[in-house]
């Protein structure tokens, strides 16, 4: 029935490291690339040492397959489609379906959250589920970071409920068109395109009340990413913005004694030569020469600028080599902001913006001040620094850089970001679009779509080098090189077929019932160690074999491969979507494990009781 191997030393070995390995990611006291980089280096030594044969002699693994999974289409695809996301989201391009959710789902959040899940189930059953999640992972960590909560309470449901979407049709995922060709191939029928689907539905329910009722309760409430932003976002700043020639305030009226344009920020007062008005701001209509003073946070500024460049008209104007103001600069592009702290004993102690001139050695200007002790209420030429003040500052790269070596301030690292260049956003918008039409439509494979995305992303100026690397997860890149290798390590030396055998022999007595239950459940397990795609071509023909022995339907056997292969909820590698969601979301294997195994357990016991019903096995 099951083709089997002799169990080896090779094969035993295997179990023992792929134990070890669940167990230290599990655990998170080592960092999960330590662990992955010990995994392989664990299966190299092994299998160069110990090499395997098969029964003609030929040698089943060498080092070549087992670092195959760092050329893997998957992880290319993953990679490829990080860097795009990080396109959409440099760019602001996602913005505007971003703004429209929120505006009608501000108040019901939970509402909106929830339409987008439902959605993306309905369309994972018709559409590859990868293309899917990624449209909807920056629009979804979007609207939870403008209603304050982390994207971690959502990303995960996301992925889960896309994969949960994909088992209810034969297209639903790869998969199930694996294993519906395994299956012709070995019985010549074919599986249709709603045959599994009453159950699928019935699956996709049990998930998705888990989903929505139990998960958020097991989900990390913060991430580190996200006690980052809000670190970032939270402090006030005085930003002095004077309105040169072009710049968008200058002709803009007070409503209501407030200016619309500046929404989202404290106007404290207006300075107009000589005079200083202060709030509220009654019939008063910005000019030229006027200098507005606010208190913002960073994100907001940094949110004005990119929507509209001309707001800060001049002030994002740092200093060439020669010590001139650099006019290409005058616009958002390529500029990047930073936090610095005057340092004790800095030259800059006592002294105003005014007299150094706005600039900073190297070419940053300064943009913002923020004083811990109190908010000033005066102009920022007229505010003295003191040890201990943070200065927003803007500048190239190379100027960012640069303060690392200057004694005055004390550069933020975490603290620099590009800004957004909203000019840049159709251009995103439109490779975006390309690449998820051509890899939904299957007219190009995924691989080679997300690759020439990632290529197209950085030629096009949406991202530089360095925005694109940082959009590349180490983490992600060397757990798939892992779980890769330890799955076609399991399977070179029979370790699959060797468990699926004596589970078998040992519930072969238990009758139909509780043998399906039992292949459910050791499937389910297998497919978040091998891959998903694996498992199911290696358990189809089990199946079909051991339906024919207990003279049951093949198909019953058949549909619990598909479920169970595409239960791969427990570990980030078990499904491209779990790995998608890994990085912007800051999840931790542990994560997935706490999460997704109730959901395995669930969704175990439920198709336990349903199939038999179902199926008229009782």
């Not at 390995?21 to 040492?49: K, N, Q, R």
């Not at 790269?397 to 956003?425: C, G, Y």
């Not at 039992?518 to 079909?544: G, K």
Request: charged share 15%; net charge neutral.
């Amino acid at each position: 029935m099951i083709e089997l191997l002799d169990p080896s030393l090779q094969m035993w070995l295997t179990f023992a490291i792929i134990g070890g390995a669940i167990i230290f990611y599990a655990m998170d006291h080592i960092p999960l690339e330590i662990t992955s980089l010990g995994v392989i280096s664990s299966l190299l030594l092994m299998f160069h040492f110990l090499p395997y044969y098969g029964s003609d002699g030929q040698l089943l693994l060498d080092m070549k397959m087992l670092l195959s999974g760092f050329a893997d289409p998957a992880l290319i695809s993953i990679l490829g489609l990080l860097v795009i996301g990080q396109g959409m989201v440099q760019t602001g391009a996602l913005e505007t379906p971003a703004r429209i959710l929120i505006k009608h789902g501000i108040n019901y959040p939970r509402r909106v959250v929830l339409f987008c899940l439902l959605v993306v189930m309905l369309i994972s059953a018709f559409l590859n589920n990868t293309p899917v999640v990624v449209i909807f992972i920056p629009i979804l960590s979007m609207l939870m970071d403008k209603i304050g909560k982390p994207a971690s309470q959502v990303l995960m449901p996301l992925s889960f409920v896309a994969i949960l979407g994909g088992m209810s049709t034969l297209i639903g995922s790869s998969t199930n068109l694996l294993v519906a060709g395994a299956y012709k191939t070995h019985t010549g029928k074919d599986i249709g395109f709603f045959d599994f689907t009453v159950p699928g539905l019935f699956m996709m329910g049990l998930g998705l009340v888990y989903v929505l009722a139990i998960a958020p309760k097991l989900l990390p409430k913060t991430t580190a990413e996200n006690g980052k932003a809000q670190q970032m976002s939270g402090k006030q700043f005085i930003v002095q913005i004077d309105l040169v020639e072009g710049n968008s305030l200058i002709g803009k009226s007070s409503i209501a004694g407030m200016f619309p344009d500046l929404s989202g920020m404290t106007t404290r007062l207006i300075q107009r030569d000589e005079k200083t008005f202060l709030p509220p701001f009654d019939d008063i209509t910005l000019r030229e020469g006027d200098a507005v003073i606010l208190a913002t946070t960073r994100r907001t500024l940094t949110e004005k600028i990119a929507k509209t460049p001309s707001l800060m008209k001049g002030a994002l104007t740092s200093l060439s080599a020669d010590g001139t103001e650099d006019q290409s600069q005058d616009t958002s592009k390529r500029q990047q902001i930073a936090e610095v702290i005057v340092a004790p004993a800095s030259r800059l102690d006592g002294r105003t913006l005014e007299q150094v001139g706005f600039h900073l050695q190297g070419g940053c200007k300064v943009i913002g001040i923020q004083r811990r002790s109190r908010m000033i209420r005066t102009s920022i030429d007229d505010i003295r620094l003191e040890a201990g003040d943070v200065l927003m500052v803007v500048g190239t790269a190379s100027q960012i850089i640069a303060l690392r070596t200057n004694r005055d301030v004390l550069l933020m690292e975490w603290s620099t970001s590009e800004v957004p260049v909203k000019s840049d956003s159709w251009k995103a918008l439109a490779i975006f679009g390309a690449v998820v039409s051509a890899a939904a439509t299957g007219i190009v494979p995924i691989p080679i779509t997300a690759t020439a995305g990632a290529f197209l992303m950085i030629v096009s100026g949406c991202l530089n080098i360095r925005q694109a690397s940082r959009a590349v997860d180490r983490r992600i890149f060397l757990l798939i090189g892992a779980a890769l290798a330890m799955g076609a390590s399991l399977q070179a030396t029979g370790g699959a077929s060797y468990l699926a055998h004596y589970m078998i022999e040992f519930l072969s007595g238990g009758g139909v019932v509780v043998l399906l239950s039992a292949f459910f459940l050791m499937i389910a397990i297998l497919t978040n160690v091998l891959s998903n795609n694996a498992t199911a071509v290696l358990f189809t023909p089990i199946a079909i074999n051991l339906a024919t022995e207990l003279n049951v339907d093949p198909m019953i056997f058949v549909t619990a491969v598909i479920f169970a292969a595409n239960c791969s909820f427990a570990t980030p590698m078990g499904y491209q979507t779990n790995l998608l969601v890994m990085g912007p979301a800051n999840y931790k294997f542990s994560d997935f494990m706490r999460v997704g195994i109730p959901l395995i357990v669930i969704l175990w016991i439920g198709y336990s009781l349903f199939a038999p019903w179902y199926y008229g096995l009782y």
